[in-house]
């Protein structure tokens, strides 16, 4: 039965979530030729050759393909988080889905997991009760779940097809957002590589320079070199240089720009850093801007001089 192309996609009818939404997302990119049906009628939420049931059914049972996680007993991590609906079908199909977007088979299994704790684990919580919006605070109406359900009808909408029409356009943005983050974590595995060969190239330099703007952080982190403070490389027509950052989170820097800089534009910003073709510099002073490669090198080369100072 397992290996057999469904012709439906089953979940349950009514108000939905994000968890089926971003499930359905993954399953309609394998089966394209497979039709979503809603429902919660017996016959159709009853394991059959012809299906996949998820966030439905009673019960969790890869080899009939049911996944649902309402169930008493339902499956949990090895960490004991929960599972949604969403965090099954990824543990069953994520990788065919990574492969059928063009991830590399080198990378299956970091994007796969990376994207399961960033992206898959958060939305698994959430459906559960297990993370409550008070614990995002005030971006909490702004996080993906609850954002995905304001799409749903109003309570008072008469019309009987309004909920599988915001079902379908939800959908789509469901299937915008996940692929594009899929993309983003492909993104920063060839980043990579890229920021490492910069790495060594700079060696003891304070100064890292990299051939286009790119994730650059957690390769920073993870090659040890703590001694690096900024950042400079082209971007469109002019040059682009930034601070590092110490932690994942925040915008704590392991140097500032000198204040002498922040907020100032062209001529102002040329006078107070003495750099001819300096252009910007923000008043946070974690980025500026100059015209060519030199100017961005020579002001990054002062920042350097006053932070070590």
């Not at 299937?175 to 890229?194: F, Q, V, Y």
Request: with cysteine.
């Amino acid at each position: 039965m397992a290996n057999s192309n469904p012709d439906f996609l089953v979940t349950h009818s009514g108000g939905f979530h994000a968890d089926e939404l971003l499930s359905s997302v993954v399953l309609t990119r394998l089966y394209p030729d497979a039709r979503i049906m809603r429902s919660r009628d017996r016959e159709w939420i009853t394991a059959g050759p012809d299906r996949i049931i998820y966030d439905v059914g009673g019960a969790y049972d890869p080899d009939a393909r049911i996944f649902d996680h309402h169930q008493r007993g339902a499956p949990v991590r090895d960490s004991g988080e929960p599972y949604s609906s969403f965090g099954l079908i990824w543990k069953h199909y994520g990788r065919d889905y990574l492969s059928a977007n063009g991830i590399p088979d080198t990378q299956l299994a970091k994007v796969h997991e990376a994207f399961d704790s960033s992206f898959v684990l958060p939305v698994d919580l959430m459906d559960n009760g297990a993370m409550s919006s008070t614990e995002a605070g005030r971006l909490a109406p702004l996080t993906l779940p609850v954002m995905l359900e304001t799409l749903k009808p109003a309570f008072d909408n008469p019309d009987p097809e309004a909920e599988t029409a915001a079902f379908h356009s939800a959908l789509a943005i469901a299937r915008s957002l996940l692929e594009a983050n899929i993309a983003g974590h492909a993104g920063e595995l060839r980043a990579e590589e890229m920021v490492k060969a910069a790495i060594a190239k700079a060696g003891e330099s304070r100064i890292l320079e990299l051939p286009m703007g790119m994730p650059f952080r957690s390769a920073v982190v993870s090659a040890g070199a703590d001694h690096l403070l900024f950042v400079v490389h082209p971007r469109g027509k002019d040059w682009c240089l930034t601070g590092i950052r110490r932690f994942e989170e925040g915008f704590d820097l392991r140097a500032d720009l000198p204040a002498a800089w922040a907020g100032l534009t062209d001529a102002d910003l040329e006078r107070a850093s003495g750099v001819q073709g300096a252009t910007f510099c923000h008043k946070g002073r974690f980025i500026a801007a100059a015209r060519t490669r030199d100017a961005a090198l020579t002001m990054a080369s002062i920042a350097v001089e006053e932070a070590l100072a």
